[in-house]
């Protein structure tokens, strides 16, 4: 069989593991794709450091624009990330050729998904994106596909391992969210800057994907509301768990007459709930639907491996010829999301003021302002009942 | 666009629940697989029932064989049931013409899936079963397509809702297994005769399916050494909250250095662990590959909407036009599994002898045969540290 040949423009942790799976995996990856995957090039201003994968075997391109114009191209896996710049561009102008695009870039879909994906189908190009969520776990899939006959009601994900790790670290050690943030960059758990993952920007990437594709709208991340973990203090932490509950950073969509509702925001659960037992940097989706009913899937949301996995998942997939629409129905028929209004949506709510803490009955947030109204400096946050 | 067009054989609980899904999110599942699905024809020696739903717009055939031959039809829903008879004839008949097959039917895939599955590559059809494995839960798909980057070592599933319920409601009510299973039955949870369910025949069929996808290797059945739930005391149960553990009737299968174990079993695991927590009739399948790492998927395995979501996920997918191997790969590249030396695989084990109990230490098949020579009424049950 004629080989599937891609280019891998970024190798940095993720790029290199993409090149070690389909070196490491390649008899089982050519078995499952009914041909073997070719690196046809690899790309990186770096081509020096010493990635812990063997890549002396592959032609250096010079840049990553000049890939959309190698011949015999399948498919380009863009692994240099960021919304705008180098990323855009390439993916533009490769699948404007009909040259296909697998990334793990959310930030790139989370903003420009819509145009990428149209130009897709008017170009006959394929764009694969299930490293982009939930790294190793196939949720992509399932919402888009094993799920497909399925009325979605709502979508809980923990979504950043980072701020999961940090949760949990602080509720096992009793250390403050600053210490932890110090110590999972010195582990290299976080970034340098890490506001793209404690502010929850990254879980509203991707949890923007999630909503188009389980409600067939059109993505909008700046519906978005957005709040982070920093605020969250020891003494959340200690108080959640008397209330029976853990705090995790959520991304939530929630579809109800008609009207769709998402937000990123740090909720309590129930530790015995669905999501309670989510530690560390691992990450879950929870995902109800009118007929499946309830499911959950769990796994390595971040990492070389487990990103690498669902990377070369949709490098397989389009090798074998599968022709997915990229949001779950072509972009024509995808609908204006119409949102509901936050104020209406009622919740049970944890409030810290000072040293006291409390859980509300539940109410919208007319009457949590209210409340709150009356106190010198407090936190809420939602309680979500899984 | 051209309807795909499907008939229906067997309308109990899970025909009918298709038809409700088809009717009920006609809509969306339209949009999604790019075309209406249109029930050509339904087929049920009984066309008198009130089964909930209105098939008043449906044409009955008389018999199934019939349907092999009808003009024009895409895909055949088989939810007859039965490893022999009726559904295998029918399979066989409807592959060999070109006709698609969806089937939520274990135990014909179990006896039959190598040669159903080649018959569909000879003629160019094609054989969907999402729903034979963990009802709702898109495993099947997670295992072909999601997870195909990765070599797996193993897989640990809770795939028998009727046993996962029996045990929870033990451990909750103190009642005997008999008591239970009864109740279970008056329910309508367990069979009238529910040894399919209880002495783990269909775990071990659906297991079988799962090694197969997993490793790439022929479906064997017989391969299979199955133990069920029925000798499981009270006294155990006990036993194993003791021990920090509950009783799960688990499906395994493990590579190790290219040879294979499988086999059906109660086996005590952690409470913290991923599978202690899943409870009541919910299935779960655990995996580990050599990228993703490990990866769980929770939700409910039986049932009339959930079994009915994964047929309708598996038409959605052959009214696009998917092409997927039946087992991951073409039949002539599965490989002939080696079978490992169960006798070789250590492991802790729980011991029950009279009114003592004990864990021991990770040992062999033989050092434990030679421990419970000397007792005078053994009940063993491995221990699965998840």
Not at 25 to 53: K, W, Y
Not at 149 to 157: L, W
Not at 339 to 349: E, F, L, Q
Request: aromatic share 6%.
């Amino acid at each position: 069989m004629k080989p599937f040949r891609i280019a891998i423009a970024g190798l940095g942790t993720v790029g290199a593991g993409v090149v070690e799976t389909l070196q490491t995996n390649a008899e089982l990856i050519t078995a499952r794709a009914g041909r073997p995957i070719e690196i046809a090039a690899i790309c990186d201003r770096d081509q020096d450091s010493d990635r812990g994968v063997d890549l002396s075997g592959y032609e250096w391109a010079g840049d990553a624009h000049g890939l959309c114009d190698m011949d015999g191209l399948d498919a380009i896996v863009e692994l240099i990330g960021g919304s705008e710049g180098i990323a855009y561009d390439l993916a533009k102008a490769a699948l404007g050729k009909g040259v296909s695009i697998v990334t793990a870039n959310k930030a790139l879909l989370a903003h420009h998904g819509l145009e990428l994906a149209a130009l897709a189908e008017k170009n006959g190009a394929k764009l694969g994106y299930e490293a982009a969520v939930a790294g190793g776990i196939p949720i992509i899939k399932a919402l888009r596909e094993g799920l497909a006959g399925n009325e979605i009601s709502c979508i809980y994900g923990i979504l950043n391992g980072t701020c999961n790790y940090i949760l949990t670290e602080m509720r096992e050690t009793g250390a403050d969210f600053d210490d932890v943030l110090k110590e999972a960059q010195e582990k290299g758990y976080a970034e340098a800057d890490p506001s793209f993952d404690v502010d929850g920007v990254d879980t509203a990437h991707k949890l923007c994907l999630l909503t188009s594709l389980a409600f067939g709208v059109k993505p909008d991340f700046k519906a978005l509301s957005t709040k982070g973990i920093r605020e969250i203090t020891i003494a959340d932490i200690k108080a959640a768990g008397g209330f029976g509950c853990k705090i995790k950073l959520l991304g939530i969509a929630k579809r109800q007459g008609g009207k769709i509702s998402q937000s990123v925001e740090p909720c309590l659960v129930p530790v015995e709930s669905a999501l309670g037992g989510v530690e560390d940097s691992y990450n879950a989706v929870f995902v109800e639907g009118n007929f499946v009913e309830k499911v959950l899937m769990t796994g390595r949301g971040a990492g070389r491996k487990p990103t690498a996995s669902a990377v070369v998942a949709d490098i397989i997939d389009l090798a074998k010829g599968l022709d997915e629409p990229v949001f779950g129905v072509r972009t024509d028929k995808l609908a204006e999301p119409v949102w509901a209004d936050t104020g209406d949506i009622k919740s049970r709510y944890y409030i810290r003021d000072g040293e006291s803490t409390q859980i509300t009955g539940e109410m919208g947030q007319g009457e949590l302002e209210a409340l709150t109204d009356k106190l010198d400096s407090p936190y809420t946050m939602r309680v979500e009942d899984l």
